[in-house]
């Protein structure tokens, strides 16, 4: 089966620097997303990495191991407006994007 | 950047009733749209995948009576939700890419938040 894993819930500090791991099995890969959904509000999106490799933007950076099946989201110099869930999804052979539960990142001051 | 817009944001109805949801691609063209339903506290589910000019493809599990949708042009598709029942009440999420084939960015409406009393 495809299944895509990611932690449920992280706590970090203002000003800090935190990071989301997600770990994915799926029948073919067509490159993974990171988004970043507030509470009742929909997804936006951060980040596609299709390629090994960091993918630098602004605060928000994406790692990407396709040989590992492993991706991380990393947030630089938090701020109190980062608090929101964290989305990894991945696009299968068949172009389906199989998406994560999300993580709960709760920001304190 | 490109913008898809969701409509209505909220709506709330009675049971057995209808509801139709609207999303429009506004900058760019869209042959492909996606429907996600989100429980609260849970992941986005895939409904379907909205096909322009074609039927729609629905996920397993997902009743393609229950849930009517329409690709009648490239910058909109429409989710009806007919004879709505209060289990239906859910958040409701429509997707478009914008990218060139299927490995594009994908852009999300506002979402519409349906309550069936």
């Known amino acids: 089966g495809q299944n895509i894993d990611q932690p449920t819930e992280m706590t970090a500090t203002e000003g800090a620097i935190v990071q989301i791991n997600c770990t994915y099995q799926?029948?073919?890969?067509?490159?993974l997303f990171w988004y970043q959904q507030h509470a009742g509000e929909a997804p936006t999106f951060l980040s596609y990495?299709?390629l090994d490799g960091l993918e630098e933007k602004g605060r928000f950076s994406s790692f990407l191991s396709r040989s590992k099946g492993y991706s991380y989201l990393l947030l630089k110099e938090l701020q109190m407006k980062d608090s929101a869930s964290y989305l990894c999804?991945?696009?299968?052979?068949?172009?389906?994007?199989?998406w994560g539960a999300g993580t709960k990142l709760i920001i304190k001051p | 950047g490109a913008v898809v817009s969701q409509h209505p944001s909220w709506v709330i109805c009675k049971s057995g009733t209808s509801v139709k949801i609207e999303c429009r691609s506004l900058?760019?063209?869209?042959?492909?749209m996606f429907w996600y339903r989100q429980f609260p506290k849970q992941s986005l589910m895939l409904m379907a995948t909205?096909?322009?000019?074609?039927?729609?493809?629905?996920e397993q599990g997902v009743e393609k009576d229950k849930f009517l949708i329409n690709h009648a042009s490239l910058t909109l598709s429409t989710l009806t939700v007919t004879s709505a029942h209060p289990e239906d009440s859910s958040f409701y999420i429509c997707?478009?890419?914008?990218?060139?084939?299927?490995?594009?960015?994908?852009?999300f409406g506002e979402g519409s938040r349906l309550t069936v009393l």
């Open positions: 997707s478009a890419s914008a990218g060139t084939g299927d490995t594009g960015e994908l852009f």
């Open positions: 900058d760019f063209q869209a042959t492909t």
């Open positions: 909205s096909n322009e000019g074609s039927k729609a493809t629905y």
């Open positions: 799926t029948s073919g890969f067509n490159g």
């Open positions: 990495n299709v």
């Open positions: 999804a991945v696009m299968d052979s068949n172009y389906q994007l199989i």
